[in-house]
């Protein structure tokens, strides 16, 4: 697709005051300021992305950390229940010494001598000395697992205090990036109509050249057109959220970033999928692009720091960045890396 006239202009424009206001504003290190409207975007759209690389990577410290809190849940109920049964058997021990103790602790061949049934005698010696035995056997054995549940339980909460500390720095990291993209958002709030209409149809001209060179390859005359069950219900939940606001670390029902919105379209569609872009990209099956068909995952940028949902004719639905809201767009309109298929 040919740039228009008014399109090589708009890249020409020249900004000083915005950029000088956006180099301080941001207190980048020490680089060449850039000189144009498009660098300025360029610029925005580098913290956008550092954002939700930040974003996703906090997202996945909560998940490590959900995780590792219900294994140490379950070991420490383990423990418990250990416990509880390493009391009983001892109970029921003592009960058995203080009634032999009552019953004078003859041993088993003087009650064979005395009583009236020498073989009854002799069955109840028998089962009494394979009872205890088991029994000592049985609380050796429960004595043994006790202490290595409650090491590994140990074990377990020492990692989850570890996860817990990354999360913390995550969210520390993601706060700074934070205040970046405030200061951001700020400075794009003051420019002028005529400037924010500017970076407007850059991106979107951006965007159109990017479809434009994806579908010249001819991309669409592979791609399918037909989707299970599963993928429609994805596809159906992701479009009724069309027009909510992104927002880090959300996944509904008000509000998402990209991953919240895939995860809880196929979540709605009855798949678990992962909750990050990298961890879907990690772990769900991946197809060839020639394959895609709607409702699969398109995992863009080389970091997989984002994803959307392939809604079929070339076209995605995601959750694009701050102070934006959830959308459809070209699919082709970002770096692609790959494709998964939650229901494969």
């Known amino acids: 697709m040919k740039r228009t006239p008014r399109a090589r202009g708009l890249r020409m424009a020249t900004t000083a005051a915005l950029v000088c206001a956006l180099t301080a504003s941001l207190q980048q290190p020490a680089v060449a300021e850039p000189a144009t409207l498009p660098a300025v975007r360029a610029q925005l759209e580098e913290l956008y992305h550092d954002a939700e690389v930040a974003t996703e990577k906090y997202n996945a410290a909560g998940e490590k950390v959900t995780r590792q809190a219900e294994r140490v849940r379950l070991l420490q109920t383990r423990v418990g229940v250990t416990k509880r049964k390493l009391a009983r058997l001892a109970s029921q021990a003592g009960a058995a010494a203080r009634s032999q103790y009552r019953g004078g602790g003859l041993p088993a061949e003087v009650q064979f001598v005395l009583t009236h049934d020498p073989e009854h005698a002799l069955d109840n010696a028998s089962l009494t000395a394979r009872v205890h035995s088991g029994t000592r056997r049985l609380m050796t054995t429960l004595a043994d697992a006790h202490d290595e549940l409650r090491g590994l339980s140990d074990d377990a909460s020492d990692e989850l205090e570890r996860l817990r500390g990354n999360r913390r720095a995550m969210a520390s990291h993601r706060k700074t990036v934070q205040r970046r993209i405030d200061t951001a958002r700020s400075l794009e709030s003051r420019l002028a109509v ?22 010249s390859t001819g991309i669409l005359d592979h791609l399918g057109t037909e989707t299970g069950a599963a993928g429609r ?13 992104y927002v880090w670390g959300a996944e509904g029902p008000d509000s998402f970033d990209c991953s919240g919105l895939t995860s809880q379209a196929w979540l709605a569609a009855g798949v ?21 068909r709607p409702g699969d995952l398109i995992i863009y940028h080389a970091d997989a720091s984002h994803v959307a949902l392939y809604i079929g004719a070339g076209d995605m639905i995601h959750a694009p960045r701050p102070g934006r809201t959830v959308t459809v767009a070209p699919a082709g309109s970002m770096e692609i890396l790959g494709v998964v298929r939650p229901d494969a």
């Open 194 to 215: 005529e400037q924010r209409r500017q970076l407007d149809e850059l991106e979107q001209q951006d965007a159109a050249d990017a479809q434009a060179q994806w579908v």
């Open 233 to 245: 219900k994805a596809l159906d939940y992701a479009t009724r959220q069309l027009g909510e606001p």
């Open 272 to 292: 678990t999928i992962p909750r990050t872009s990298q961890e879907q990209w990690r772990l769900l099956q991946r197809v060839p692009l020639e394959s895609m």
